[in-house]
Each structure stands twice: as structure tokens, then as C-alpha cells.
């Protein structure tokens, strides 16, 4: 190895949560990595999510656990546990906007979900409230309220603290083809008089893979979009408020999912997804507007929605391709020619992905923490970016 030689275990290419969560997982287990982001950290997938942290329920929404609600229970355990510093990641003074979700309805709207709910199959993940418990954004409703076991993040301050402790391992460089190279026992990668080799090269650019696989000569997996047309409201009059209402659901998605953030003024606003979104990719943006006034004032009768000033926000979510394009249930990780292809398919599986990903390197090689010095690239750092309705 001459001096401009540099060995790794991983080079993760994409710093969307999935990269960043992976790249502090294998540091902390003692391996040397580095993260490439073509532009901004989450400045694809993750800062345009509604930043829920769930284990499942709105899955299971027509009435009996699935495979999805199922693959995703267990993750809002794993995300405190990081919150609480326990564990390869830690998230230690990261402060949830929200540390519980809700699901409201019309009560005579449910149906045999009341039942369901109250199943033992449900119990500690969502639990009927009394009206006095109910949270400041549904105080004085009428209808039935549900506590759920989630919660919801700040996706730029989760970006910013994954980011703090391997700050000196992250650098924007859009990667092609033309970057990387298959090399004995892995990949290599030549920079201004620098060479780089890693055991592992991670693909977790979320629509940036697609192109990746290709250009690389892969033989990945097809890679699949599903748009959303996401609604963002400003109103004098909003409180804070962190649910999804199912009332008069006719198929087992959330009427409106709703998340509360502040702009760049610190003012509230209200960011919905949901049907709405799923259903208002064909609409233009004056319609889904239209739209969206329809069902707040059906979802939310008690606040006068005429003067609120509303806009969209287009999002597609890159997954693996699946039969149908239906969602997939888990976080994918696939290993190829020492190359791992990655989608989390949901923010709440950052924590199953990097497993996997690490999992297949502790199958290969135990790591070696000497190797772990600052390795000083000629590539300038890459900067966590915003969220549409705070940037700068």
C-alpha cells in the first residue's frame, strides 16, 4: 500500500437516514467507512417525510396484522433505545416533536376496527382514550381518539445528529460509473491522487440506485417509484397535532395522516399525507389543493379553512421493485458482487437496514478499530439540508 492508498471496509454511496444510521452502526462496531452524497444529507426521501417513527398500525388498517405491520412493530423500541443512548447508535438529546401518535374517527365510523383495536393482538400499541387525555389538537372532539406507540422526529435535527459523530467521514461527491471499480475482494474508487478500496461498496441512494446499478453493471434488483402528492397548510389557528383520521376509510390507508412542523418563522404548520397524497399524484397541484380543503373540512370541521394558504410538495419514494408495485413490507438490503443495494422502503427501518448491512460484513470480516483514523479526503464535506418549508 503506497501513501495515497487508502483501505476501507465500507463506501456508502446516498446520505439519506439509511446511510447516515449505517455509516454510525459500523463505526461504532469498530469499522472504518465513509459516506459519498451527491448533494445536501436527505435532501431526496427523508427530509420530505413526515419524520414517523411507527410500528405498524396504519398497516393494519382493514382489520388483521400483516405482513408490514408486522416486519415494522418492533422499530419504535429500536429509535428510543438510540434516543435513550443505548445501543451501536446513539441519538442521545434529539427531542421528538411528538412522543405519541393518534388515530381519531367519527365514532360511528369504525366498524369492526373497535374490536380489532381492542384485540389482544393490539395490546401496548394502541389504546382508546378518555376525552380528558385527548391531545391539545383534538381537544373538544366528539369522536373516538386512539393513543398509538409512535412518535415523530425533526427529520433535519435526526440528519444533524446522526451526522456530528462522523462528521469527518462524510463528503459530497456525486458518484458514477466512472468513480468506482470492481477490485479484488471489493471496490475501488480514484480521487485526486488518492485511491480508495473497500470490502463493500453500500448503495443507499434511494432513486439514485437505480442509476448506480446500471451504470455499475449489476445485477440488481429493478428499482420502483410510488409518488406522493404531500399537502403543506399554514393557518393563523393551528395547534399542534400528530394523527391520522380513518374516518369513512374505504381501504386500509389513513384518510389523512397529518404532522406538525415550523417554518422558517417559527409559525406552525401542518404537512398531510395519507390517501391525499397516494390518491392525489394525478392532480394537478390547484386540484389536490381543492382537494385538501375538501377534507379537512370534512376531517376537521372545527377550524374554518377559508383562509388557509396551502401549497404541494411532489415526493417519490424509490423502493425495490415488487410485483404489482404494491409497498414492500421490509428494509431491503441484497448483496451482489461484494456490493450491497439498499432501500429502507420506510424511515422507521434505518435501524433493520444498517443490521443487515452490518450483519453481512461481521459474516466476512471482525473489524479492526486501528484502521479507523480520519481519512482526509480531498472532497469537501457534505451539509445537512432542509426541508421545502424551512429553507433558507
Known amino acids: 500500500m503506497t501513501q495515497a492508498d487508502l483501505n476501507l471496509d465500507l463506501i456508502i454511496v446516498g446520505g439519506g437516514v439509511a446511510g447516515l444510521w449505517t ?61 435513550a443512548g443505548r445501543g ?18 367519527e365514532g360511528t365510523s369504525l366498524g369492526r376496527l373497535t374490536s380489532f383495536f381492542a384485540s389482544r393482538a393490539l395490546r401496548g400499541r394502541i389504546e382508546r382514550l378518555k376525552p380528558a387525555e385527548y391531545p391539545e389538537g383534538l381537544q373538544g372532539y366528539d ?37 468506482v471499480h470492481r477490485a479484488t475482494g471489493g471496490w475501488s474508487l480514484a480521487l485526486n491522487g488518492v485511491r480508495l478500496h ?14 448506480l446499478i446500471d451504470s455499475l453493471g449489476l445485477s440488481g434488483p429493478g428499482m420502483q417509484l410510488r409518488p406522493l402528492h404531500q399537502v403543506i397548510v399554514r393557518h393563523r389557528t393551528l395547534s399542534p397535532l400528530y394523527a391520522h383520521c380513518v374516518t369513512g376509510i374505504r381501504r386500509p390507508e ?30 394537478s397541484e390547484a386540484h389536490q389543493i381543492e382537494q385538501a380543503r375538501s377534507e379537512l373540512a370534512a376531517c376537521v370541521p ?36 461484494d456490493c450491497l443495494i439498499c ?26 478499530p486501528g484502521r479507523q483514523a480520519e481519512p482526509g479526503l480531498p472532497l469537501p464535506p457534505a451539509e445537512t439540508g432542509w426541508p421545502d418549508w424551512t429553507k433558507p
Not at 452524497?37 to 405498524?56: F, K, N, P, V, Y
Not at 374554518?304 to 415488487?322: I, Y
Open 23 to 83: 455509516l454510525n452502526h459500523a463505526h461504532a462496531l469498530g469499522y472504518s467507512a465513509i459516506l459519498l452524497e451527491a448533494d445536501q444529507l436527505g435532501c431526496g426521501q427523508t427530509l420530505a417525510s413526515q419524520g414517523m417513527i411507527h410500528g405498524g398500525i396504519k398497516y393494519a388498517l382493514g382489520g388483521a396484522l400483516t405482513g408490514a405491520s408486522e416486519a415494522i412493530a418492533g422499530m419504535p423500541d429500536r429509535w428510543r433505545e438510540a434516543l
Open 88 to 105: 451501536p447508535v446513539n441519538l442521545t438529546g434529539l427531542e421528538p416533536l411528538a412522543d405519541r401518535y393518534y388515530l381519531f374517527a
Open 143 to 179: 369522536g373516538v381518539v386512539y393513543g398509538l406507540a409512535d412518535f415523530v422526529l425533526d427529520t433535519r435535527a435526526l440528519l444533524d445528529h446522526l451526522r456530528k459523530p462522523v462528521a469527518d467521514r462524510i463528503y459530497r461527491l456525486r458518484v458514477t460509473g466512472s468513480h
Open 198 to 211: 473497500a470490502r463493500r461498496l453500500v448503495l443507499s441512494a434511494g432513486a439514485g440506485n437505480g442509476p
Open 254 to 283: 389513513p384518510r389523512l395522516t397529518i404532522t406538525t412542523h415550523a417554518d422558517a418563522n417559527g409559525d406552525l404548520l401542518w404537512y398531510l399525507g395519507g390517501q391525499l397524497a397516494t390518491d392525489g399524484v394525478e392532480r
Open 302 to 337: 372545527w377550524i374554518d379553512w377559508t383562509d388557509a394558504v396551502m401549497e404541494t410538495l411532489r415526493v417519490d419514494r424509490a423502493e425495490p421493485a415488487v410485483e404489482g408495485g404494491s409497498r414492500p413490507d421490509e428494509a431491503y438490503v441484497r448483496e451482489t458482487d
Open 343 to 368: 432501500w429502507p422502503t420506510k424511515l422507521s427501518l434505518a435501524p433493520d437496514l444498517a443490521d443487515r448491512v452490518t450483519g453481512s460484513l461481521l459474516a466476512d470480516c471482525a473489524p479492526d
